[in-house]
């Protein structure tokens, strides 16, 4: 399984990926969650929420299966 943690980036012509700030901020939130033992099922949840602030922390598959919570 993959974790789609950033959109399509731009390219230059040399073919490197050109990353805005938010990218980066998500890549190094998933390396983080990684290094913290998070599974990939987990990331993808937390991202998901993190997708959509106005939803209740409480719908979060990741908040549901552990014991801290949010």
Same mark, same amino acid.
């Given at each position: %399984?993959?974790? *789609? @943690?950033?959109?399509?980036? %731009? ?8 990353? #805005?700030t ?9 390396? &983080?969650?990684? #290094? ?13 929420? @993190?997708?959509?602030?106005? &939803?209740?922390? @409480? *719908? *979060?598959?990741?908040?549901?299966s552990?014991?801290? #919570?949010?």
């Amino acid at each position: %399984m993959r974790i *789609s @943690a950033c959109c399509r980036t %731009m390219r230059t012509a040399s073919g490197r990926r050109i990353y #805005g700030t938010s990218d980066v901020r998500r890549l190094a939130f998933t390396r &983080q969650l990684r #290094g913290l033992g998070f599974s990939i099922e987990e990331i993808c949840s937390l991202l998901a929420s @993190a997708d959509a602030p106005d &939803q209740d922390c @409480a *719908s *979060s598959r990741h908040c549901r299966s552990t014991p801290a #919570g949010c």
